[in-house]
């Protein structure tokens, strides 16, 4: 049920989609990605370790994504802006963070530097970005507020942004 829950959520949709997955450790979380990955066109990176390794894995999964190999982006603004780049036409385009958590505690400035992206140029994509993390309150606190128009107590301009969450307990 969660499985298609996720799939119904965000990729009927033409334009940005957001989605925030969260739940407690070990219940399951990264098996649904993973499934969902399995049978649509998505990328994922599961973060967990210093900033710049999470940007050099993230890196290699982008790139390989788009069947393109170069070095590792300079930053994480230089990874956003090359997906936004990248991300043409009528076929959605799904990144997947799992773990995003650790991103944003390695690089606080990620949360904004997607807030920016999405205010400016992910809402006329054909993006779907979905955010999964095991720190519940993190993902209610810091990222869920996306979802009713804020990140990390900011107002977000881009209205609807925000496609659906999923708090999987188990």
């Given at each position: 049920k969660k499985?298609?829950?996720?799939?119904?959520k965000g990729l009927l949709q033409t334009i940005f989609g957001f989605l925030t997955m969260y739940g407690r450790?070990?219940?399951?979380?990264?098996?649904?990605?993973?499934?969902?990955?399995?049978?649509?066109?998505?990328f994922f990176?599961?973060?967990g370790k210093k900033d710049d390794l999470n940007l050099e894995d993230f890196s290699r999964t982008v790139q390989e994504f788009f069947m393109v190999i170069n070095s590792v982006f300079s930053?994480?603004?230089?990874?956003?802006?090359?997906?936004?780049g990248k991300s043409r036409g009528e076929e959605k385009t799904v990144v997947i963070i799992d773990e995003f958590p650790?991103?944003?505690?390695?690089?606080?400035?990620?949360?904004?530097?997607?807030?920016?992206?999405?205010?400016?140029?992910?809402?006329e994509k054909n993006i779907m970005l979905i955010l999964c993390g095991s720190s519940?309150?993190?993902?209610?606190?810091?990222?869920?507020?996306?979802?009713?128009g804020t990140m990390n107590g900011t107002q977000i301009p881009a209205k609807g942004s925000g496609t659906g969450t999923l708090d999987h307990a188990g």
């Amino acid at each position: 049920k969660k499985r298609d829950e996720l799939r119904d959520k965000g990729l009927l949709q033409t334009i940005f989609g957001f989605l925030t997955m969260y739940g407690r450790r070990r219940v399951g979380k990264t098996t649904i990605l993973l499934e969902f990955l399995k049978k649509h066109k998505a990328f994922f990176s599961l973060a967990g370790k210093k900033d710049d390794l999470n940007l050099e894995d993230f890196s290699r999964t982008v790139q390989e994504f788009f069947m393109v190999i170069n070095s590792v982006f300079s930053g994480w603004e230089a990874a956003i802006f090359y997906i936004s780049g990248k991300s043409r036409g009528e076929e959605k385009t799904v990144v997947i963070i799992d773990e995003f958590p650790f991103i944003a505690s390695a690089n606080p400035s990620i949360k904004s530097i997607l807030q920016q992206t999405i205010d400016h140029v992910w809402k006329e994509k054909n993006i779907m970005l979905i955010l999964c993390g095991s720190s519940t309150c993190f993902m209610e606190n810091e990222v869920m507020c996306t979802v009713s128009g804020t990140m990390n107590g900011t107002q977000i301009p881009a209205k609807g942004s925000g496609t659906g969450t999923l708090d999987h307990a188990g």
